[in-house]
């Protein structure tokens, strides 16, 4: 029997985004603090800080599962298991 995947809203938001090229950075800048960018995308909302950590924490989740890891500075990559997900519910999401 397969392993059951239970991923958040936002944590299968980040995979899908990121199936392409693989690619997470965590950005900050004083004015709004920390944010995720998953391929194209940046999940924060500059007016409601709470969006910036609900992703946050769901990155942070995912990578606690070894989904993501870090390259280098502020660059994150899916990992070989994170890939496959990522695609697999992109694919279900389309």
């Not at 980040?14 to 995308?41: F, H, N, Y």
Request: glycine content about 8%.
């Amino acid at each position: 029997m397969g392993r059951v995947h239970r991923f958040s809203e936002e944590e299968i938001e980040l995979l899908i985004s990121a199936a392409e090229r693989g690619e997470l950075m965590v950005l900050s800048s004083d004015q709004t603090g920390k944010w995720v960018r998953a391929g194209p995308c940046d999940f924060v909302n500059f007016d409601d800080p709470e969006v910036a950590a609900r992703y946050l924490e769901a990155f942070d989740s995912l990578r606690a599962s070894g989904l993501i890891q870090h390259d280098e500075g502020i660059l994150y990559v899916l990992s070989g298991s994170g890939f496959k997900v990522a695609r697999e519910l992109k694919a279900e999401h389309r």
